[in-house]
Structures are given as structure tokens and as C-alpha cells.
């Protein structure tokens, strides 16, 4: 079956740095895309950006545009996200999802079970 | 990018209650628009994807309507176990957005 096993919480300060790890397992990794999506604290999803991990090819939302890289490792089925010169108001619960095969890859037909990152000083 | 206006932000009904969420979109999306349902603690879940289609394992008491810019969710007869905040998502084009979530709760 398909899975996705997300790497531990984290605890930063702000301006450091923090890499979330998303393990893929049950199907073939390279022919979906993966998707990161965060919530911060009682507040809605959010949309980050999206990796093809055939090719390592990425496409960022604006507003984390300088500051996310996504990287992707075929040999151990594993999609990175790091976000740098974290501030408080990315202290946030972030998912990694999988782009669906049947309903389209830019539909998130399985989700980690997320990776809590505080910032705080 | 695409705005998503989804209304209410919170309801509550009884049990057996026919449940409806509707979702804007600031551009046309044709049926490029998926529903969400995340309950407390957990990772959001696919219902419905293309506005009307039901993923597979879901409940037949889910269903999705519309195109263009206006879309409908729809609960038929509320459980216990559908409480959860439910989220709209378009998939017309990148960036990905997101409705502001509607919060179900039992009356």
C-alpha cells in the first residue's frame, strides 16, 4: 500500500534552517509528483510547492520563492523540503502529499502524517 | 493566482442532516476542483476529485457538483463520524489553492 513516512518534529530558532524528510513506499517514485502543504496552527492548508522526483524538476508558490528547496533521492525513495531563515510565522505542521495517479498529479490522493516545526527563540 | 471562497466557515447539524458547502473560484477551473475532509490531528483525505467524482472507499453519502467557477459539496445524511473541517482545492493550474475550510460540527 501506499505510504508516506515524514520525518520528526523540529524545534528552530529563528533565522536557522530546518529539512523535512518525506519516505515514499508502495508504488513505483519516480512517476508521481509530491507536494508540500503546510497549516499552521488552527489555521487552513496552504500550498508550498511541488517536486517531480523523475528529473528533480520544481515549481515553488511565490510567497516561499528564495527561501524552500525540494530535493528528491531515487535511491531511497525519499523527497526533501528545507525551508531557511525560518520566522515564528512558520511555525506550522508541514505535509508531504503524493500527486494522484488516477484523479491527475495535481491531486493529492495520499498524505504523510506530517512533521510539526516550531519556531521559536 | 486563482482564489477559492468557500462558504460556510462553520455549521452545525444534527444527525441525518443534509449538509451543504459551496466553493467559489475567482477565474473559471471547468472541473478541476477537489474536496478535502481533515478530521482533528490528521492529514487532510481526498473525497471527491474532478468536482464530481467520488475516490475510491468513499462513502456514497459524499457527492460534488458544479463547474466553471461555482462548485457544491454535499453530506446526503450527516454521521458522527463526518465531523471534520472540510477544505475545497483547485487543480487548474499551478499555483494550488485552497478554500478557507468549513467546519462541521453536530448539533
Known sequence: QVQLVQSGAEVKKPGASVKVSCKASGYTFTRSYIHWVRQAPGQGLEWMGIINPSGGSTDYAQKFQGRVTMTSATSTSTVYMELSSLRSEDTAMYYCGRGGSHVGPYSIDYWGQGTLVTVSS | ?107
Open chain 2, 1 to 107: 493566482d486563482i482564489q477559492m471562497t468557500q462558504s460556510p466557515s462553520s455549521l452545525s447539524a444534527s444527525v441525518g442532516d443534509r449538509v451543504t458547502i459551496t466553493c467559489q473560484a475567482s477565474q473559471d477551473i471547468t472541473n478541476c476542483l477537489n474536496w478535502y475532509q481533515q478530521k482533528p490531528g490528521k492529514a487532510p483525505k481526498l473525497l471527491i476529485y474532478d468536482a464530481s467524482n467520488l475516490e475510491t472507499g468513499v462513502p456514497s453519502r459524499f457527492s460534488g457538483s458544479g463547474s466553471g467557477t461555482d462548485f457544491t459539496f454535499t453530506i446526503s445524511s450527516l454521521q458522527p463520524e463526518d465531523i471534520a473541517t472540510y477544505y475545497c482545492q483547485h487543480h487548474d493550474n499551478l499555483p494550488l489553492t485552497f478554500g478557507g475550510g468549513t467546519k462541521v460540527e453536530i448539533k
